[in-house]
């Protein structure tokens, strides 16, 4: 396996060079453009590793399947989704838009920025401090890392430079789809995005979802099936931003991608893979990374479809 893992690294690192690294997030910029690696964590708990697997960099939106998960955890699923939708966009993962022109006031999915600023409002707790610590205690646990932390450069730089997700915020608020105080719920979001992993910590997230959340080592029930199911089900027709159909058709594996290079994917009851790969398309998708998992979907006959 690690053999093949290296073939698909060297192949592919090439294709950083057709992408750009995450600016709009000023301190995104610091990443180096030609880092590729991954990391597969197997049914029987085999680690397998490739290239630049042990890279720091903050999980951004892939952390929006956490927080759906943990506001699945703490509501009725019924509740949630009154609040959020469950319907591709079309739209870049930060539009605006059909905030303003759909029907309903509520954003399409979790899976976008204004959907996430949605599940994060609904995690319980009696102050910020709580909420913050509840997410880190949870990011920690499924990740089996107890060192899991925010980057607190990237969380400031996310917070001076937010004023697109304010702006969906207060929309939000305005239309009474969040309640609560608007600065601490955003404060929350750019936190989660803000932690700080590894391919190693996505491979060991997505290993959870993709045993439909019981811990592989421990047998712990986790997370419910249902809500390991509703989270991948999202993956799949969301995760990859408005690029999600052509992955599945290409990849065919429950994904979610994110602008600092990250991209976790499950395959049910086989494994969880983490890749990172900071070189993005336009569309917000590592571009190398995408290619790392099309080949390795090819080569072991992952697509669930």
Same mark, same amino acid.
């Given at each position: /396996? ?5 073939? +698909? ?10 992408? &750009? ?15 590729? *690696?991954?990391? %597969?964590?197997?049914? =029987? ?12 960099? @903050?999980? &951004? ?8 998960? /943990?506001?699945? /955890? ?30 309903? @006031? ?5 899976? +976008? ?5 949605? @599940? ?7 102050? !910020? ?6 997410? !880190? ?13 925010? =980057? ?21 608020? =305005?239309?009474?789809? %969040? ?12 936190? &989660? ?70 991209? /976790? ?6 494994? *969880? ?25 090819? &080569? ?6």
């Amino acid at each position: /396996m690690e053999n093949l893992l290296n073939h +698909i690294i060297k192949t592919n690192k090439k294709y950083a060079n057709y992408g &750009q690294v995450a600016s709009y997030i000023p301190e995104l910029r610091k990443s180096n453009a030609e880092d590729l *690696g991954i990391c %597969i964590i197997d049914k =029987n708990n085999k680690i397998y590793c490739a290239g630049d697997y042990k890279t720091k960099f @903050t999980i &951004q939106s892939v952390s929006k399947t956490i927080i759906l998960a /943990m506001a699945l /955890m703490d509501n009725d699923w019924s509740y949630v989704f009154s609040k959020v939708g469950m319907e591709p966009s079309g739209d870049p993962f930060n539009s605006i838009m059909k905030l303003e022109t759909d029907d309903t @006031t509520k954003p399409c999915n979790p899976m +976008i920025n204004a959907g996430a600023i949605v @599940t994060t409002s609904l995690i319980k707790g009696d102050s !910020l401090k709580e909420k913050e610590e509840r997410m !880190l205690s949870f990011f920690r646990k499924i990740s089996k890392n107890e060192n899991l932390n925010i =980057n607190k450069a990237v969380y400031e730089s996310e917070k001076l430079t937010g004023d697109r997700n304010r702006a969906m915020a207060y929309l939000l608020k =305005n239309d009474g789809v %969040i309640a609560g105080d608007v600065d601490e719920i955003l404060d929350l979001y750019f936190k &989660q995005c803000s932690i700080e992993v590894d391919a190693v910590d996505l491979a060991r997230i997505g290993l959870l979802f993709a045993n439909y959340g019981v811990d592989i080592e421990t047998g712990e029930r986790v997370l419910s099936e249902s809500v390991s199911r509703m989270v991948k089900t999202f993956m799949v027709t969301c995760g990859m931003y408005d690029s999600s159909g052509e992955f599945a058709i290409k990849v065919g594996i429950p994904a979610k991608s994110g602008v600092g290079g990250g991209v /976790m994917a499950s395959v049910p009851k086989k494994m *969880g893979i983490g890749v990172y790969g900071p070189s993005l398309d336009k569309k917000g998708n590592s571009i190398a990374g995408i290619k790392v998992l099309e080949d390795l979907s090819k &080569q072991l006959e992952l697509s669930i479809f």
